[in-house]
Structures are given as C-alpha cells and as structure tokens.
C-alpha cells in the first residue's frame, strides 16, 4: 500500500506502508505517465519540478497504479526578476524580500540554481518558496541583518502582552531568523535545494553563553498554521534548524538536516507547544538533540497551558545527536499523544530522552508516548526517563531539585503519564538498555517494555546516563528503574550486559513475562 503524505502545485510526496524502519525490504523503481524516473529503497519518496493543476499517473513496482492532480496556483515568478544576482557575491536580502512582499495569494516564488546571499528574510501567508537542486538561500555572516525581535511587546490599546521572541522557553528577545514568519498560514517551503545558516563562517557559535539575545533560528514559526516543509536541506543555523512555535498542522517530509557534531544548540526541529505536526521521511545529523519537543517553561506553561499534541514522527533516521527524541527540558506546558514509529536511530546519546524535574509545574504533564519498530545502533542509552534533569536553570544545583526525600506534591511538580516501547532492536549499547528514574512523592505512572532486544558493544565506556545532580557513571549496564507506579516487562532479551538485566526500586507493581 502507499499513501500520498502531500500534493503541492509542484512537489509531492509518497509512502510505502509496512513494518520496517525507514528502508523498505526491496528496492522499486519510480515511473510517472509511463516515463522511468528513478529506483529507490527508503519508504518514503518525493517527486519534484511538476506542473501545477495537472493530473499525473504514478507508477511504483510492487504498488497499485496511483492517479493524482497537481494543486493549482495564481502565478510563478522568479526571484531573479526581482533582482537577485544569485552569484554568492551580491546581498540578494532586499532582492528577495521585495519578491515576496509582491507575491499575490497563492503565488510561487522559485529560485533557481545560484547561491543567493541573504540576511532575515520574512515569509507572508497563502505563498510557496521553491529551491531548485542547486539553489542555495546562504545566511550572510553579518549579524545585523538579523533584527533583533522583543520578547513581549504590550498592545497600546488593551494592555495586553503579545508575544513575539523566544529563547528556551521564555519569553525574550531574539535574532530574526533566516526565514520568518509570525501570526501567518499556508506557507509550503519545497524543492531539493538548499538553505544554510553559514553559521560555521559566522561568529554565532563563539561564546554563546555570553550571548544575552537569543540567537536566530534558520526557520521560526510563530502562532502560524498549515505549514509544509518538503524536500529541502537545512544545515548549518546559528542555533535551532527549525523552530515552529505556538504553530499548528505542520508537515515536515523528506527533509534533511545537517550540523557538525561539536556545534552548539544546533537541534535539528524544535516544534514548541505545537498541535499536529508530522515528521516524516526525514535525515537528521546534528550537533545537539536530532528532535526535541517542547511547550515553555514555567511562566509560559502556566500562562498558555498549551502542551505539545498530535505529533507523529515515522521512517526518520537520526545520527550523531544528543538525543534522537527528546521531549524537555522545556516542557511546563505539556507533551501529549507522540507517537514514534519505524526509525532508526545511529549514534545518539539516548533514543528517547525525557528531561524533566521538579519546578516545571502542575501543567507539565507528558503522555501518551509510544515508540514501535525502532532500530538503534551505536546509542549509548536507548530510553532515558529523567525527572532529574539539572541543566539551563539558574537553580539547577538547588536541594530542591536533588533530594531524593520525598516532598510536597504542589504546584511545582511535573507529572508523567504512560510510555510504551515495543518491537525494537537496540545494539552496540554502551551506558545502559534503559534508564527511567520518578520521583518519589510523583512516581512515573506506567511504563511497558516489550518484544525488545538490547545488546551492548564489548568496547564499551562508561557514562552518565541522564544528566542529574551527583550522577554516577554506568557501563553495560541492564534496565534500571526507579520509582515507576507500574511497569511491565514482556519478552525482552538482554545479552552481554554486566550484572543484572533488571534493576527495579521503588515500583509498585512489576509484571514480567
């Protein structure tokens, strides 16, 4: 079976429904109105330079023939008729923000293939922005090309605080990003070209932690809807890749996105406080976390009370980050309904990685999660449920976050709901299979564990397993649980670890099969 995941006026994207994690179990060949285009074994596959309002027949070996129709669209302009020089010399900034400030509703603006130098460039509602092959949108290096944007501005008339920046959660002043949309809909980035922040030739990742202004994402949504992101290659942000913020129904498909390993913050796709986004088909390789998920801290989760929802990420392929789903730190708002489904992870410090603790409120309550058909290879800790996290606040170190007594159960305590991992197959681990560690006054809720296989690489080192206060270094080491209201454990298989498979403390009911 294959499912159409997106129809653009001139892009579009398939996938093959089966069980296996991102490749299909045979390669197949692509033909469209009888011609041959290419052979390709991932599940998930894009078309590109179609015609707009046209009926297309597409051909996959092994699928049933498949009718579909191009969008239509008011008019296609090029960027260069604007202007742009497209040659990596000239500044195309103004060049290009006129194009797009012309663009009618439901219009096209396509780049060919050139280098087109530019600073912050801001997106408007009903348009699509098309990168050919070989076309390039490349952050300049001068850093006052990126506007800073306030956190908060108040409304002159009814007093009221519209929020505009964000930096990890709070509201703060930033750097406009790349491409830049607030309080706008309907907006498709698509095509195989690329967009690089060029923050590697830039001072953006220089003492960041002096930095008092939030730096730019590459992309950043604010309180925008509709939104699809296919095919392009993003690399290189001064920090986030993408951000969508307060933002709903988005689609990232086919998508990759690169970043040196040692650059800072440099997360791949940040959805916070977002409703219904869909990650699929997508190739991360980054510096920090390959997805984080979140919805503010403190002060944003209690004034909106708007958790992270509806997401979906299927047939993606994570390397090198952080972690290759991450949900937190900043997560006051909440993280709900997240399902994970036929990816492989390679390389990554956690598979799944939770940061949670004490102080991120009543409001931050994480869900419904479910990770199936998973592959990883190479991770040092495949799941990693932490409500101990210690990082990037200002009390971080406090008896408060620390003590492992149990305290009050208040306003300040975050709550998780139920996980469930099935039918994965983890190698080559080296900290250890799983690391899930409640409160003792908010014990995790229900964990189930199942149809799993883990086993270690014999030249493994040891490491901390979640970052918390006063952590200990672990080495092959088994499941280890703590403070976990139920948890089964079904057909699971555990080989080459050192001491026991299963380390349970403080669970009150444990079912093993």
Known sequence: MMNQLYIGSVSACFELENTSPYYSEEEYSVALDGQFLFTAKTNVFSLFSLKPGREYLLEVSGQEPVKFTTATETCAVNVRDFGAAGDGVHDDTVNIQTAVNCLPQGARLFF??????????????????????NAVLLGTEDEGHYPVIPGEIRDMESGEMLPFGTWEGNAVPMHQALLFAEYAEDIRIVGKGTVDGNAQNASWWVNVKERTIGRPRLVFFNRCKDITVHGITAQNAASWQFHPYFSERLDFLDVAVNAPKDSPNTDALDPEACDIVNIIGCRFSVGDDCIAIKSGKIEIGKKYKTPANHHTIRNCIMQFGHGAVTLGSEMAGGVKNLTVNRCIFNHTDRGLRIKTRRGRGKDAVIDGVLFENIKMDGVLTPIVINMWYNCCDPDRFSEYVWSREELLVDERTPYLGKFTFRNMECENCQV???????????????????????????????????????????CRAGMYFDNVKKLTVRNVDISGNDGDALLAYHVGTLVQE
């Open 112 to 133: 060919p293939d050139g280098i087109y130098s530019t600073g912050s460039i801001n997106l408007k509602s009903h348009i699509t922005i098309e990168l050919s092959e």
């Open 432 to 474: 250890a299979a799983c690391y899930c560690d409640g409160l003792p006054e908010q014990p995790i809720d229900e964990i189930t564990v199942e149809n799993i296989r883990f086993t270690y690489d014999p030249d493994a080192k040891p490491g901390i397993p979640a970052m918390r206060n006063h952590a200990e270094k672990m």
